[in-house]
């Protein structure tokens, strides 16, 4: 026991001497020993700024750049599938997490209603990647058939303490399945229908803009199989996202 306890004395003793020098005199003098350098810390909070389409749990990401959840113009991965059609954002964190330009992310605690500001997500990011850091996130839009909405690898390199931004998200359709929307094909509280399909019946499998849904007001234009409402139109943007530098 002695023997232990001189051995755990002789290491302190050497990490103090360590940090000691002298000077020309002989005198001691200490040098204090580096500090660490802090993750910096985002939060990132989400607007809906629909009437009526409640937003799905938002799944926020921190990476370089180089990395996508989605292309528009290009194919949607099953990933974005699940979420864009049923909400579902755990496949699409998944992604993210196993890209090599991944650096971290996180979810809303749940759906954020419409006219309402989520709560913050905080995120840490190591200090050397702040100089390539790009912020993408994405949530359906629940009274659709895969209509989702937010920012697609948004560059926030630079952001200094106390810096905030803010961008306003378009809306995407991820052409994974039809604009019917029937009772049956919408997930939501307003419907319950179904959610997620692995059956891809859009005409144009790829993803792009949304032109917002059609609804069945207008007996010219409407769409007379729909049941949506007026009420659960959109106009672009669908979302506003804030992220800011709190650390």
């Not at 500001?117 to 058939?145: E, G, K, R, Y």
Request: hydrophobic share 40%; proline share 5%; charged share 15%.
């Amino acid at each position: 026991m002695k023997q232990t306890l001189k051995f755990g004395a002789l290491i302190v003793a050497t990490s103090i001497l360590a940090a000691c020098g002298s000077d020309n005199d002989g005198n001691v003098v200490i040098t204090p020993l580096p500090t660490p350098e802090q993750d910096a810390r985002f939060e990132v909070s989400v607007t809906n700024l629909t009437n009526a389409q409640p937003l799905s749990p938002v799944a926020i990401m921190l990476h370089n750049a180089g990395f996508h959840s989605f292309i528009d113009g290009e194919t949607s991965s099953t990933a974005l599938e699940l979420l864009a059609e049923g909400g579902d954002n755990s496949e699409v964190l998944s992604e993210a997490r196993a890209a090599a330009e991944y650096i971290a992310s996180g979810s809303t605690d749940g759906p954020v209603p419409p006219r309402s500001i989520s709560s913050a997500v905080s995120l840490s990011v190591p200090s050397d990647q702040l100089n390539n850091l790009h912020l993408s996130v994405i949530s359906m839009l629940v009274h659709t058939n895969d209509a989702f909405t937010g920012a697609n690898a948004a560059n926030i390199s630079g952001m200094a303490i106390g810096d905030s931004r803010t961008m306003n998200g378009p809306t995407w359709d991820s052409g994974t399945e039809a604009n019917t929307e029937t009772r049956s094909t919408m997930p939501g509280p307003d419907f319950g229908g179904e959610g997620f399909n692995a059956e891809r019946d859009d005409l144009v499998d790829l993803v792009r803009f949304h032109q917002s849904v059609v609804t069945n007001e207008s007996s010219e234009f409407g769409l007379a199989t729909s049941d949506l409402q007026d009420r659960h139109r959109f106009l672009n943007p669908t979302a506003r996202i804030v992220v800011t530098r709190v650390q």
